[in-house]
């Protein structure tokens, strides 16, 4: 593509545009891109021009963000032609749109709306460099339907003593204004509140508001029917919680090591090692800074231990709302997914609490001081317990993110054709739909810490599974080690009571999953079954006794009982002393976390 050498693009704009063009009388509209955080926003809002045939999108990269990675393939995917920034500076547009404040925007040739990346305007920031900025061009238009400070509901501005000794990005003089002149034509605003504090730390910008909601928030709310939809796609399974785990960039988050105590190296081993397997599924939304700050695959690296005992990292463009909407409880910090998550009246216990970078008359710092917070040095399933029994949505997120839930689409399309000047068009403004994510079925390769029990009365085998612990389970029953033959440890087979393998039933490298277990039976005298899962609710197993068996949770799929989970409970059911007649007789009754299980036993072929 032209702009990832720099060169200037010829269509559908350039000198000699009309040439090339097949439609050459739009209006265009520009897509101002920092990194790929400010892009999510713009990408929640590039759908409100579906279907206009009058209208040319465009973007751009301003190149002025330290984390850069990602932007390419962001805009590729779009589809959207895409400027080198100085050709966009120098190619007069009907609007341009951006969510952040990074680059010399106060250059573009047109009328700029600026929105706000996440939850409104909350972070202190150093002041910025403004040295590079060049006199304003005059892309300035007239009055567009703005805001005006009385028409926010709350007319009294905050004193003085509101206003933070460091600049609030989003809302003070340094990063609104050129030359004492506001950059943007419009500023979004999501609440009132907001207005309230522009309106004392920067009051040049205040004609420039407009209320006009939050389109990211509303498309979560629209979502909201889908949860259980998104939980299976997770692998949430019938009796499990999803925890979310989740932080924004800078050393002061869950994932920083400044600031004070580094919690992370600790909590990662926790959240697998203490939260039975069968009772939570745990999942990662990491800041796309952090992703393309350090690369994907390092933080795969730095995430391995985890991973492998069963933790799922989402999607931090297309899937992390879907997490959100997914989640019983989240763990986070100061950042927005953990404010969206308190709005949605989702339990949040804050694992990183920043010394300063906040706004003190933000909604987020009083978010902060109001949350419970985690005690590192305390059951990680204890203080869960207490958070889920004891949540009480907060008010302020579901009341402070937006004043008009479901009415974004609406008012941000008014907005921007308002600037470009033009009616808008006669259909309705609609948002896209969340997409179902694609279905992530954890994967565990770390050993597995089985504790069961075998009762008589009512007939039942109680298990606990517990992936990569760091001690052995404490109760009543008996412990067996459960190991994936994908172990990265191959010494732990030499100690597994149960061999595991995930694969199809036909894959010519095993050969049939009979055969399979045979041969790793074989190769492993001191283990005493091996399971082939062959699906979300089965798997084929072979006893070293030589009974071949079919183990069926229902109901079928991820309503059941995990496959090698099921295998441990036969294990149990015959170290028990029971017999393979009996179970096939009678099925397995597993009782893991609250639910009870039935697993269907039938002889095998093969």
Known sequence: MAEADGRHIRVPIGVDAHRWATRGNCRRVLFVVHNVTSATRLLDVLPLFDDDLGVQLLAT????????????????????????????????????????????????????????????YNKTLATPDTGHRTPDTGHRTPDTGHLSPEASGNPSAPPESALTASPVFGLSPEWLLHQGEPIADAMVLSHPEQLDRLRAACPEAVPTAVLAGDPCFDRMLAARPYRERFRKALGVRRGQRLVLLNSTWNPESLFGDGGGDDVLPSLLPRLTAELPADEYRVAAVLHPNIWHGHGPGQIRAWLDRALRAGLTLVDPLHDWRQALLAADAVIGDHGSVSYYAAALGTPVLLGRVPAGGLDPQSP????????????????????????????????????????????????????????????????????????????????????????????????????????????????????????????????????????????????????????????????????????????????????RGGSLLRLTSEPDGLDGLDPAASASALHAWLMSGRTVEQAIDKGLAVRAGPVVHHVSVTAGRG
């Open 61 to 120: 990269h301003t190149g002025s963000s330290a984390f850069d990675g990602g932007v390419e393939a962001l805009l590729a995917e779009t589809g959207v032609p895409v400027l080198p920034w100085e050709q966009a500076l120098t190619t007069p547009v009907d609007l341009a749109i951006t969510a952040s404040l990074g680059g010399q925007l106060h250059r573009i040739c047109g009328p700029l709306t600026l929105l706000s990346h996440g939850v409104g």
């Open 364 to 543: 987020v710092a009083e978010f902060v001081d109001g949350a419970p917070q985690l005690d590192p040095h305390t059951s990680l399933a204890a203080q869960l317990g207490v958070l889920l029994a004891r949540h009480r949505p907060l008010p302020g997120p579901a009341r402070l993110t937006t004043s008009t839930p479901g009415a974004s689409a609406a008012l941000l399309r008014g907005l921007f054709y308002r600037l470009i000047g033009v009616p808008e068009p006669r259909w309705p403004a609609l948002l896209e739909p969340l997409r179902l994510p694609p279905r992530q079925r954890p994967c565990v390769t770390a050993p597995l810490s089985v504790l069961t029990r075998v009762t008589s009365d009512p007939y039942e085998i109680q298990m606990v599974r517990y992936a990569d612990p760091y001690y052995e389970p404490e109760g009543e029953g008996y412990v067996h080690l459960a190991v994936s033959e994908d172990t990265r440890d191959p010494g732990q087979l030499a100690l597994a009571d149960v061999v595991l393998r995930e694969g199809a039933p036909g894959d010519v490298r095993f050969g049939s999953p009979g055969r399979w277990a045979s041969e790793v039976l074989a190769r492993h005298p001191h283990s005493w079954l091996a399971a082939f899962v062959t699906g979300p609710d089965a798997c084929t197993v072979r006893t």
